[in-house]
């Protein structure tokens, strides 16, 4: 029975979390009617939290690749790539992302997940050194420590942290990977990658950047950060997911490196998992064309994103550092930031709460994802819900 003892703090925080009527992290869509409105709870509800930025999952090219894969190629591969699972579809979607991001090689995993994974294990052995952004994503972290590499966390997006990391390192800097986020998913924040690529340059070492929250958002053709900031030539590896402005599932990495393709044969998050089925696929491959050839897409992001962040500054919201799709409002404690989002819900908006430990620092945020689909009607419903409850916040913050 000790063994199961260690599930009292999750049921504590179980209990914790259910206290202000809803679960947050137990909501159940019960029916999608559109990348932006769900039925959540009987009530119709306009859907602020999906990372669906392009908002492509309903989009009808996607949809009949989607169902023409399955329909000529089956439901599932049956198998990992390295067995019976590597279709031709997964090797298209390589040479693809790879060209789209204008290196030579590319590799596919089942999802962003196994990709930040299976690209840092393959990176990393015990004795390398990883600097690693503090509020780097879950996935990231699990791949440097499963890496058995010594992490050294700098401080978020503070350069001049890095740096000290860099310079403490000596010789061992040249060796390193430094490993960070384009668009960070909770504060809706921009690395300053310009100034890590300066770093990487000076000292020699290999940068990793994941774009899963900046792919189709940010750059002049939709790669992302780096390439929004003009540094795409000097990032090693590029890792990213199909889980967001893409609609599906599955996550690639990709990179100037030859020995990318190497990590076929060492990465176990790859090689010990069954590949993506041709559906997901076929609709990645699909929704990547719709996002290099609809650029009106990314404008009525845009659109969207500033409207709700200049609508939340108004009402006297403190918001995140810039403009972008994803906005959240910083609230204090739990205890408040709980009822709060336990009221969006009630009043038709689903949001995200993020509370500590998972949130960047000790505070709590209501998170929003903006879409291109949201109508500007959504945008404004969504503005107004949030003022109607801006009297439960008083000065707690
Ligand atoms: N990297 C980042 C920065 C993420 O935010 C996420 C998911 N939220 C992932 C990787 C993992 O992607 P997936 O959910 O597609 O496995």
Redesign the pocket.
Known sequence: MALLDKFLPAAAIREQLSAGGHDPTQVVMERIISPTEGIVEGRHTILAGTNNYLGLTFDPSCVAAARNAIESQGTGTTGSRMANGSFSAHAALEQELAGFYQVDHGMVFS???AA?LGTLVALLKPGDAVLLDADA?A??YDGCLMSGADIYRFRHNDVASLEKRLERLGARAQDCLIVT?GLY?VLGDCAPLVDIVALRNKYGAMLLV?E??SLGVYGDTGCGVAEAQGVMDQVDFFVG???KSLGA?G?FCVSQHPELDLIRYVSRPFIFTASSSPSIIASTHEALKQLKSRPELRESLWRNATRLYQGFNDLGFETGPEISPVVAIKLGAKEVALPFWNQLLEKGVYTNLMVPPASPDQHSYIRCSVSAAHSEEQVERIIEIFGSLRGLLQDDR
């Open positions: 999802t962003g997940y930040n994503h996935s990231l986020e998913s994941d899963a929250h997911t199909f889980s599932m996550g």
